[in-house]
């Protein structure tokens, strides 16, 4: 895209098809990891329409791209920092979050089979207290409060320097959010700052003996896998949609692996006639029976047949690929995915640093607290060719897929 306006595929290949996308280079690429992230890119592609009308005022500093990124993303930390989004979510909490009311029952359960629970946020005690009353409390059994579910809570973590550094310390001594310096953290207590290294010192606890369960790839999960080994679990709220999106879109995905295999046979053709005329140059024989006993003139008219074959079959493949991915997000497609094959960054980082990922900590309720999650199977390019393809007849199997592919061409 550039701005709010969509760039067609060719017009991407045109422009970026020799570009080298080294995502490495992060003072070139910004990674949009979480819903905050969503709101800074809109409102920048929103100024960049300004920008290119000409209608940004000069005080907001340099005229190019990236000068308008930094200027947005400057404007948007002030309204988080200065509270006025957090104000605003206070005085109307039902308008901005949606209450699942599964949540507090699986920390329940977790919490009576005998884990320590811990909440860890980047939030100050009042913006805290607020959520987490609304989003709990009336979903609780007995008149418990979220404060009973959890073992200790920290606020204004400072994720994510608090998985690297230490910050001073202090305990929340009433409910008014009077805190006082600290040396140790306690069970059953709230703090302020502090470091993850102190958590596990103050609970006995370390390492891979602790399962942390955040949103965010990059604040939450890698860091605490990187610098502490903790056990990961992200969570990804989209997940959900693009599940009901990859169900609903089965039969185009179908339709779609399936003209791409009967492009695959008539190339396969294609090329062995190709071969045949090459080593026939040479006197060599063809690789198949079939080139072997066609004349040149036969292998050149069928190779253009098979030429006409593939350009439709490219005219039928290429707006289902486009569209591939639409009923989930009709201008980036699937969130997991990028192109029909392979993974997006963002699933290969997931499986880089997550141990586990869900849509929702309440589908934990699905299993016992006591439930030890172990990985899939990983597959391999060449697990798709068993043994016994391996030892198929190389004549029987050339033979079938010209067969195969003479079934496509008379079809077409």
């Not at 569209?323 to 990028?338: M, V």
Request: with cysteine.
């Amino acid at each position: 895209m550039h701005g709010t306006r969509m760039l067609s595929t060719q017009t991407v290949s045109e422009m970026y098809g020799r570009e080298l996308v080294d995502l490495r280079e992060e003072s070139r690429w910004v990674f949009l990891s979480t819903l905050f992230s969503v709101s800074e890119a809109v409102a920048y592609m929103q100024m960049v329409d300004r920008l290119d009308e000409g209608a940004i005022a000069a005080d907001l500093g340099p005229h190019d791209y990236k000068g308008l990124y930094k200027a947005v993303e400057k404007a948007l930390f002030r309204a988080h920092v200065e509270g006025q989004l957090k104000s605003e979510i206070m005085s109307k909490p039902e308008l901005f979050v949606e209450p699942d009311p599964e949540l507090p029952l699986a920390l329940l359960d977790q919490k009576e089979a005998g884990k320590k629970l811990l909440l860890i946020t980047n939030s100050d005690y009042h913006y805290t207290e607020k959520m987490m009353q609304h989003s709990f409390n009336r979903f609780l059994p007995n008149d418990m409060s979220w404060r009973d579910l959890f073992d200790m809570v920290i606020i204004s973590a400072r994720k994510p320097e608090f998985f690297q550094t230490s910050h001073p310390l202090y305990e929340v001594v009433t409910g008014e959010g009077l805190m006082r310096p600290c040396f140790k953290a306690q069970p059953g207590g709230v703090y302020s700052g502090g470091s993850a290294q102190m958590v596990e010192n103050s609970l006995g606890i370390h390492g891979d003996e602790i399962l942390y369960v955040g949103d965010h790839i990059y604040t939450d999960v890698s860091q605490s896998k990187v610098h502490l080994r903790w056990r990961t679990a992200l969570i990804c709220r989209e997940l959900e949609e693009e599940f009901s999106a990859l169900v609903h879109s089965r039969d185009h995905r179908a339709s779609l692996i399936e003209l791409i295999n009967q492009k695959e046979v008539v190339g396969d053709l294609f090329n062995q006639l190709r071969l045949a005329l090459q080593r026939r140059s040479k006197g060599r024989p063809a690789q198949t029976l079939a080139a072997t006993h066609m004349d040149d003139k036969e292998l050149i008219e069928s190779m253009q047949k098979l030429l006409v074959v593939m350009q439709r079959l490219d005219d039928k493949i290429a707006p289902l690929l486009e569209s591939d991915g639409e009923l989930f997000n009709k201008r980036w497609g699937f969130l997991s995915r990028a192109g029909l094959w392979d993974k997006s960054h963002l699933m290969r980082q997931i499986e880089k640093y997550a141990d586990i990922y869900t849509s929702r900590v309440s589908n934990f309720l699905h299993y016992t607290p006591f439930m030890y999650f172990r990985a899939q199977e990983q597959s391999l390019a060449h697990d798709s060719y068993s043994s016994d393809h391996l030892k198929q007849d190389e004549s029987v199997e050339h033979k079938n897929r010209e067969s195969a592919a003479s079934a496509i061409v008379h079809s077409y």
